[in-house]
């Protein structure tokens, strides 16, 4: 059985030949050729079987024999709004596995806490694609910069927001509250948690204070426990 090799292409049924550097993989590093098949990811819901019509060291051209509309396996909107953590390590880390998982969107928060002020959005980006490809999904998540959290609670538009904090540890589970395929929003704060302030801004704006459990949990960790959550909830 051969091995299915998936590239990211946006547009595909628009353009015949491969980004330059899914074209450089796929000439330089995989030796692929003229009359090898590959399937094209769009990043809006389909994928595209096709077949290299021509190679060489410069440009990489295909032709699309077959498409296919798979959208996702999830209902509704996941979206995660997160303070990147002081190691940039850890922030690309929630950003693939949340993506392996399934989710729609990422924002990054500004907080009075923030200990990461700036992100560099094309990295995350490249993060994303690879992800997408490695996990075999159609959709790629939207991607937003970094927003102020007073600017970013006003603007929410989700029906159903949660905001997760350590301030009460009498608050009710994330996992018990959440809605069944619906648009979902959570927001992880920063490694010293979210202000108080913050917490009662959020409040005030409509979303829920909740809890992920008893253990205290490190922002990347708690991202993606928050993610999994709402993915369990919205899988068909």
Known sequence: MKEVR???????????????????????????????????????????????THA???????????????????????????APTKNIDRTEWVAEKATEIGFDRLTFLRCQFSERTQIKLER?????????????KALK????????????????????????????????????????????LVMIGPEGDFSIDEVRLAEAAGFQSVSLGAARLRTETAALVAVHLMNLANTH
Request: proline share 5%; hydrophobic share 35%; with cysteine.
């Open 124 to 136: 995350i980006e490249r993060i994303l694609i690879s992800a997408m490809k490695q996990s075999k």
């Open 6 to 52: 998936y590239f990211y292409v946006p547009d595909a049924q628009h353009t015949d030949m491969l980004p330059d550097e899914e074209a450089q993989h796929a000439i330089r590093v995989l030796r692929l050729s003229e009359g090898d098949e590959i399937v094209l990811i769009d990043g809006e819901g389909s994928f595209h079987d096709a077949v290299i």
């Open 56 to 82: 060489d060291k410069h440009q990489c051209r295909y032709r699309i024999t077959e498409s296919h509309s798979v959208g996702k396996f999830w209902r509704g909107s996941i979206h995660l709004a997160i």
């Open 141 to 184: 998540p939207q991607l937003h910069d970094m927003t102020d959290f007073r600017s970013f609670i006003q603007s929410a538009t989700e029906p159903h927001k949660y905001i997760c904090h350590c301030y009460d540890d009498r608050l009710p589970l994330l996992r018990d509250v959440l809605p069944q395929d619906s648009d979902t």
